[in-house]
């Protein structure tokens, strides 16, 4: 080798590859950090958040409902007998005190028929005796006419019939009582909506079906079942609005009446009573509506968009920003309504929240 060309190589060898070698680096790690800020600059544009503050205006929500009878009566027969007659059928519109069903017992009327005649013996006992003891008193007044003896004997005689007078009176009142449930009247206005019996049957076995149901439908009961996440709340208004399928497109209106104060533990729901005026007898009883109801959280409550709430199988949870840092935070959900959920957890007015978080963001992931 050429003295010349070996000494070109060891100044290329000393000089030129170091330098070479620390462009080349310094353009990689040039491109590497660039990449990474176009990365995090990325990220950033991608995430949206929003400001969460406690709202207290009412909600508006759905729940299905049952329309029943402000009033609802079976009639039974209280003593055995055979119908007579049914002066009623279904669809019958009946006044308080109507006759609905007689019954002849016979027995029955034989039973008070007896007792009268007890009472009517008692009184002739009584009063003879009475007239007795009047007597005696008045006579006493001559000495050595009656004797003290007569006098207390003739006493207690006329106290004695006078306490059978009043037993025998008692129990004719009792009979009376029996022969009057041979007459079956209408306990309350309203309309028969049941018909379990006809002339010639015998009643009063107890068979649990009543001969005749009737109902007051002037004013009807709509039942809600509130679930028990939203007995909290109270309703913003004292009425509320609700439709049926037998007149889609109508909205009838119902008045608060009351609430049951207590779970149901099957259901998990309260009940909560509204009263319907019918007086034009549109609506029946037993027919389901749907029950637009207004109500409020007591001080408000903290409503996110569904999107901001992270749900997995292990969890329900919001990305809360905390000093530019991703923080997850555990929540649970309560009302929804139009698009919006209600959230329970450690947030407050002024938080930052993700507004579509997703499970590849981790904890502590910075945020701006």
């Given at each position: ?6 000494q ?23 491109k ?5 800020m ?11 958040t ?9 909600q508006?929500?759905t729940?299905p ?16 007998g055979?119908v ?6 279904i669809?019958?519109?009946?006044s ?10 016979p027995e ?6 007896e ?10 006992d ?5 007239d007795?003891?009047?007597?005696l ?9 009656v ?10 005689n006329?106290?004695?019939?006078s ?6 009176d ?19 206005n309203?309309?028969?909506t ?9 009643v ?27 007995t909290?709340s109270?309703i913003?208004?004292d ?5 049926v ?16 104060r ?40 903290i ?14 949870a ?18 929804k309504n139009?698009?919006?959920?209600e ?16 499970e ?9």
């Amino acid at each position: 080798m050429k003295p010349e060309k070996a000494q070109n190589q060891n100044i290329m060898k000393k000089y030129i590859l170091p330098i070479l070698y620390m462009a080349i680096v310094s353009a990689c790690s040039n491109k590497a950090e660039k990449s990474s800020m176009e990365s995090k600059e990325g990220l950033t544009k991608k995430v949206e958040t929003i400001t969460v503050s406690y709202q207290n205006a009412p909600q508006a929500l759905t729940l299905p409902a049952e329309l029943h009878a402000f009033e609802k009566a079976g009639m039974n027969a209280r003593v055995q007998g055979y119908v007579n007659q049914v002066r009623v059928d279904i669809g019958d519109k009946v006044s308080k005190g109507a006759v609905l069903v007689k019954i002849e017992a016979p027995e029955v009327q034989a039973a008070y028929a007896e007792a009268r005649s007890e009472v009517e013996s008692a009184r002739a006992d009584y009063m003879s005796s009475k007239d007795v003891f009047e007597r005696l008193v008045k006579a006493s007044g001559k000495p050595g006419t009656v004797s003290e003896s007569d006098l207390i004997k003739a006493k207690n005689n006329a106290m004695a019939d006078s306490t059978r007078l009043v037993a025998a009176d008692y129990t004719a009142r009792a009979k009376q009582q029996l022969l009057d449930y041979l007459t079956i009247r209408a306990p309350f206005n309203g309309v028969i909506t049941q018909r379990n019996t006809d002339p010639g049957n015998l009643v009063g076995g107890n068979n649990g079906v009543p001969l005749l149901v009737i109902e007051n439908n002037q004013k009807l009961r709509l039942k809600v079942p509130v679930p028990e996440a939203l007995t909290g709340s109270s309703i913003a208004e004292d009425a509320v609005t609700f439709k049926v399928d037998p007149f889609p497109g109508t909205l009838f209106k119902a008045d608060f009446y009351r609430r049951a104060r207590s779970i149901d533990p099957e259901t998990r729901t309260e009940m909560w009573e509204f009263v319907v005026n019918n007086q034009k007898s549109e609506l029946n009883a037993g027919l389901f509506a749907e029950v637009q109801l207004n109500i409020q959280r007591t001080g408000g409550s903290i409503w996110v968009p569904h999107s901001a709430v992270l749900t997995t199988l292990r969890r329900k949870a919001v990305g809360k920003v905390v000093e530019g840092k991703l923080k997850w935070v555990k929540v649970k959900t309560g009302m929804k309504n139009q698009g919006t959920v209600e959230v329970f957890g450690a947030l407050d007015t002024g938080d930052r929240i993700l507004l579509q978080p997703n499970e590849e963001m981790t904890e502590g992931m910075p945020i701006n």
